[in-house]
């Protein structure tokens, strides 16, 4: 009988290891992600354009691709930004529900900063890619992309003084935000109400530099319209009815 329960076992172990091996494709990217009989992997590719004298540019950049694991073929997700560098993948996971169905891909992508942007950038500049689970494949989620954004630190005219963090540099910080009732609130449509914490500078757009004359004070109730990389696009009526639209950062405000 005890021999009978290790040959059993022997076998259904052979079974499983076949049945979730799978042989990726060795690259260097980054690290395949696996799932139920694919994987998700990561390519470097070339993407410079043939030119007159037959010489190729050695701009290289990276894939998002989906592998079938029974039969090799590959499917592309989508190609990570070029922004004068191939960059670096600081991290790629799937997310997923708490009953364990994958909800969405995302990919941190950042880029060193090299030159002169016109922005005293700090470091890197990030990009956050967000591809959503569709059949048997993953399509980009625009939505998403556009919630967790891109941008880097920036510091003021003296680099002394940060003036703007982006929220959103690695996989906890993402998590985080996944997990918070403001997030909850904004996927579902509902209404979202925030307290001002302090005076405010009110922004045409989500850019520190696009800065307008007119700021809130704290304990101003605005509505939250729109979110993007930690920036807020608000609406604050006055005590006359008045409408004020622009964009402010999360942090000024209690509940972002």
């Not at 909800?103 to 992508?109: A, D, N, R, S």
């Not at 016109?118 to 890197?124: E, F, T």
């Not at 925030?194 to 045409?204: D, G, M, S």
């Given at each position: 009988m005890r021999t009978l329960k290790i040959v059993f076992l022997t076998i259904s172990i052979f079974i499983t290891c076949n049945v979730f091996a799978c042989d990726t494709p060795q690259v260097a990217a980054f690290k395949a992600i696996p799932l139920d009989g694919a994987a998700i992997v990561f390519d470097f590719v070339s993407i410079g354009k043939e030119s007159s004298n037959t010489s190729h540019?050695?701009?290289?950049?990276?894939?998002?691709i989906f592998f079938r694991c029974s039969d090799g073929t590959k499917t592309l997700i989508g190609q990570l930004p070029y922004l004068a560098d191939t960059g670096k993948i600081e991290d790629a996971f799937l997310y997923r529900t708490d009953n364990g169905t994958v909800?969405?891909?995302?990919?941190?992508?950042s880029v060193e900063i090299r030159s002169d942007t016109?922005?005293?950038?700090?470091?890197?500049y990030y990009t956050i890619n967000v591809y959503k689970k569709d059949g048997d494949d993953f399509t980009r989620n625009e939505q998403l992309s556009t919630y967790f954004g891109k941008g880097g630190d920036i510091f003021d005219e003296d680099y002394k003084e940060l003036l703007y963090?982006?929220?959103?540099?690695n996989k906890i910080s993402i998590?985080?935000?996944?997990?918070?009732?403001?997030y909850k609130k904004?996927?579902?449509g509902a209404p979202v109400n925030?307290?001002?914490?302090?005076?405010?500078?009110?922004?045409?757009s989500p850019v520190l530099a696009d800065v307008t004359r007119m700021y809130l004070l704290a304990g101003d109730v605005v509505s939250q319209s729109e979110v993007e990389a930690g920036w807020l696009s608000v609406i604050y009526k006055t005590s006359k009815g008045k409408e004020v639209r622009g964009w402010i950062q999360c942090e000024n405000a209690d509940g972002c």
């Open positions: 540019s050695h701009e290289i950049g990276i894939d998002v909800e969405g891909l995302f990919v941190i992508h016109g922005v005293n950038y700090s470091g890197r963090i982006f929220p959103y540099k998590l985080r935000s996944l997990k918070s009732e403001a904004w996927r579902a925030l307290v001002i914490n302090k005076k405010t500078a009110i922004h045409n």
